[in-house]
């Protein structure tokens, strides 16, 4: 009966994933709180924890970020990543990843990424290189930086699940950032020759013939910045930075009493996200004179609010399964971690955080779904830690806003979505990605904690 009780619900789960996934945006979290009613007053399971920390996290952060890019924060740093890129444009299938990569870590929003991409297809036209090989890396890039940014919902969330079970956010980031660029490196060296020369490519000539490619829009780089702009961006960075050296070394954080032990007890990095947000979102709306009433008009800042939504209805959602479910999937799914059952136990998980990446488009919602799953059934958290990567499944499917947002930049025709779904041209970039940066990630896992 109980495991009857759990397919059911597990059912109920997927189905509301499906009908968000429908939806999109905000439409996630609406039906993850529908999930949430029927499986309270339909099965009269009691509710999860909601995902309180990381929505908080999620709205701090967003806010910081809303008011810089009033300040023209966001602008500013677009336009020194489009210098660095036209600097060196031979080099852009390389350059042009690690600008969008870096931008995200420092934002902790992918959103960043969009005023990136006339600057890279520009570059890349220009050159006469395929923008195909420097947008689909770039996009892939985008995401990933949410998982190696220290402000981000995804990590927020990341650090929420394994932060009790010993991994602190210093050692994740000790994880994800060389798996990461591992990944990506290999991702750009892969796509540096893939498809065919523009001159030599149907479709662009095509598009020529018809008069379809129009000259290169104008970028950020060309814009008249404000003032503020560099002192809003300094602010908001250096706030990051503080948060790594508070996530990477204990011993700074305040201490606010001690257990039954005696031990000290810190605040938590959590708390500390939160409260920095807060302060740098102040320090701009002082220093730059930013009016309150243009912070809400921001790109991100809607962006961001409806990403909050969506992560805490998917993501209360999956808490109440499992909390529900916990000692069935527990004894069900041991063996599998058990001896020589491990591979296959992360195997699994691997397969089924992607899996659920592909169908939510959010590396947040699926952490929040799967992780505690993997930890119930055993899986240690430094190797749930190194498996983080398989969170980048959300590309497998052409359905997030960044890749539509990236083949419509592309006026060459050279990025598509694909015709039979999965051969779409993120698909091969993201695929390198994950395979290397899990192989480096469960390794380093075991040398990092």
């Excluded at 190696?148 to 956010?169: F, H, N, Q, R, W």
């Excluded at 955080?353 to 930890?375: D, E, F, K, W």
Aim: neutral net charge.
């Amino acid at each position: 009966m109980d495991v009857v009780a759990l397919v059911a619900q597990l059912l109920v789960v997927i189905a509301a994933i499906f009908m968000g996934t429908r939806t999109s945006g905000i439409g996630l979290g609406v039906w993850g709180l529908v999930g949430v009613a029927v499986l309270v007053f339909g099965f009269r399971v009691a509710p999860g924890n909601a995902p309180v920390d990381a929505v908080f996290i999620v709205i701090t952060v967003i806010t910081a970020a809303s008011v810089m890019q009033a300040a023209g924060g966001i602008d500013w740093m677009v336009s020194v990543a489009a210098k660095v890129i036209t600097r060196r444009p031979k080099s852009v299938v390389f350059l042009a990843p690690a600008m969008s990569f870096l931008f995200t870590v420092g934002a902790g929003t992918g959103n960043i990424f969009y005023p990136l991409l006339p600057v890279i297809y520009d570059v890349s036209y220009q050159q006469r290189i395929r923008p195909e090989r420097a947008l689909s890396v770039s996009a892939v890039a985008s995401q990933v930086g949410i998982l190696c940014s220290p402000v981000s919902a995804a990590t927020a969330s990341m650090i929420v699940l394994i932060g009790p079970e010993g991994v602190d956010l210093g050692q994740l980031l000790l994880i994800m950032w060389p798996a990461s660029i591992v990944g990506l490196g290999l991702a750009a060296l892969v796509m540096l020759k893939h498809g065919k020369e523009l001159d030599d490519d149907p479709e662009f000539q095509r598009r020529v013939a018809e008069h379809l490619v129009k000259p290169p829009v104008e970028v950020a780089s060309t814009k008249e910045l404000p003032k503020t702009a560099v002192r809003s961006a300094s602010i908001f960075l250096i706030g990051v930075g503080v948060i790594v050296l508070f996530g990477l070394f204990e011993g700074l954080r305040p201490v606010v009493g001690t257990d039954d032990a005696g031990e000290p007890i810190r605040v938590s990095v959590t708390i500390i996200i939160e409260v920095i947000m807060g302060v740098i979102a102040a320090l701009i709306f002082v220093t730059c004179k930013v009016k309150a009433p243009d912070v809400p008009k921001q790109s991100t800042f809607p962006a961001g609010i409806v990403g909050a939504i969506a992560l805490f209805g998917i993501a209360w959602l999956a808490n109440t399964f499992v909390a529900a479910n916990q000692e069935l999937i527990v004894s069900g799914l041991g063996a599998l971690v058990s001896g020589s059952s491990a591979f296959w136990g992360a195997l699994l998980f691997a397969l089924a955080l992607a899996a659920v990446a592909m169908l939510t488009t959010s590396q947040s919602s699926a952490t929040n779904a799967i992780v505690p799953i993997g930890l119930a059934i055993g899986l240690p958290a430094p190797l749930i830690a190194g498996l983080w990567p398989s969170a980048m499944g959300m590309y497998i499917l052409p359905a997030n806003g960044s890749q539509v947002a990236t083949v419509a930049f592309d006026q060459t025709g050279s990025t598509k979505m694909g015709r039979f779904v999965f051969d779409h041209s993120f698909q091969l970039p993201n695929l390198v990605y994950m395979g290397a940066a899990i192989i480096v990630g469960v390794l380093l896992s075991f040398v990092v904690l």
